[in-house]
């Protein structure tokens, strides 16, 4: 069950189905209950791939390789992050959690799948653009809020949806959500292993060699996931993906009726 965890990481983190709802019913249907420890575990993994990708590019901008251009990519991408992080601890503060009942899971990835046919029906009729404005940047980062409350809802997803709506082309959008990912995904793990550490203590050596497999099964899932995506979303949509949502979400409520 590790390496299905891990696989369902991998493959969902980055792809716009939503991670946390897949892995919340997997973990539902098959009886599981990993720790927080686990769950950080396995989204780092795909954290590492991500970062492995997106390295030259990361140290392109902040050694000042890309000119100006770059330095505000990058002062965009930590405006985004501190919205998030604000947001972040607000939430906290007022005690919100993920539910793990499956139907708010399903009514979110239907309205989640909505979302993308109506953001794909809006960048088909606006010309968009590659480099993010500052209100878009700030608008992104409100929205990945969305999936720390609502599960289902889908981190790239929602970011990504923003900025097609804010003007971005389809592959601007992805970049962009990819690359805030890193530090919001780095943030969360940090955050979620100090917790885990205050209420549990460190794990035996049992939950070691999960937490291992389960990240490295993660990191070279989310790996080829991501280089797939980056290529698909050069000449396609992502309306594939909305209607697997809406299939997905509706085949959950079918079930559990």
């Not at 792809?15 to 098959?30: A, D, N």
């Not at 405006?79 to 793990?100: C, I, R, S």
């Not at 899971?105 to 989640?112: D, Q």
Request: charged letters at 10%.
């Amino acid at each position: 069950m590790t390496i299905l965890l891990g696989v369902v990481e991998g493959v969902t983190e980055f792809l716009p189905i939503s991670s946390t709802g897949h892995l919340l019913l997997v973990e539902h249907w098959f009886g599981l209950k990993r720790s927080e420890l686990f769950n950080v575990g396995i989204q780092s993994g795909a954290l590492l791939a991500v970062l492995l990708i997106y390295a030259p590019r990361l140290r392109a901008m902040v050694c000042g390789e890309m000119g100006k251009s770059g330095k505000q990519y990058l002062a965009k991408m930590m405006l985004a992050f501190l919205v998030t992080a604000v947001l972040g601890l607000a939430a906290a503060k007022l005690g919100l959690k993920l539910p793990e009942n499956p139907t708010p899971i399903a009514w979110t990835l239907i309205a989640g799948g909505v979302l993308i046919l109506l953001a794909e029906a809006w960048l088909k009729r606006h010309q968009g653009h590659e480099d993010p404005g500052w209100a878009a940047a700030c608008a992104i980062g409100a929205s990945q809020m969305l999936a720390a409350v609502f599960p289902g809802t889908s981190r790239s997803a929602v970011s990504i949806m923003t900025g097609m709506f804010g003007g971005l082309t389809r592959t601007a959008a992805a970049d962009f959500s990819f690359v805030l990912g890193i530090p919001t995904l780095l943030a969360a793990s940090v955050l979620s292993f100090y917790r885990q550490l205050r209420t549990t203590g460190v794990p035996d050596q049992h939950e070691w060699v999960h937490l291992g497999l389960g990240f490295a099964v993660s990191a070279v899932t989310a790996y080829f996931v991501v280089r797939w995506l980056i290529g698909y979303v050069r000449t396609n949509t992502f309306i594939p993906f909305a209607w697997y949502r809406v299939g997905m979400g509706v085949a959950i409520l079918w079930l559990i009726q």
